[in-house]
């Protein structure tokens, strides 16, 4: 059984088990802010945010940013490497599923990039919810979904077709496609998403 406390992730960043931090940001989201179909420059939210490398590409790109993560190491390193590049970002420390009382309707963008694949398949509904609750209306999620089907991981599998299914009730598909720009071994295996949340 994996153990998905705060305290185990905490210590996988502790003892250099953070396999899924790329040291850069993943090049599907460099390449869409570089596309036209870039979004316009808005308050991002980074759930799971890690190392914040994703965080600081959008930082770069002169979002608002805000990245949660409920690991202290991540939190820490995150900010020690904004300030060294004098970027504007914010990392909290932060359980995403305690998020909406604090951030309700905060963010015009909801950023996803290996957190969802970090959470129990019972919790998806509710990380649903929690993007919905985070975004202002007609915000969008901006995600790189990590759609691998191997049992032993990384933590958790989902096809896109469950993807879809999850997100399509609440959010219109501008755009879900395999990307073509993955890390060599990610390659085949991260759709590439904008959802926008769809008016009451």
Known sequence: MIDLTADAWEKRYQEGQDRWDLGCPA???INLLASAQAPKVGKIAVLGCGSGQDAMLFSTAEFDVVGFDFAPSAIERARATAKARELDAQFLQRNIFELEAEF???FDYVLEHTCFCTIDATLRPKYVQVVKNLLRPNGQLIALF???SRANGPPFCIKPQAVLDLF????????????QDS???RKGEEHLAIFQMRSS
């Not at 399509?168 to 990307?179: R, S």
């Open 27 to 29: 090049p599907p989201l």
């Open 104 to 106: 309700l309707n905060s």
């Open 146 to 148: 990590y759609t691998h």
């Open 168 to 179: 399509a009730p609440h959010f219109d598909i501008l755009l879900f496609k395999t990307a």
């Open 183 to 185: 890390i060599a071994r």
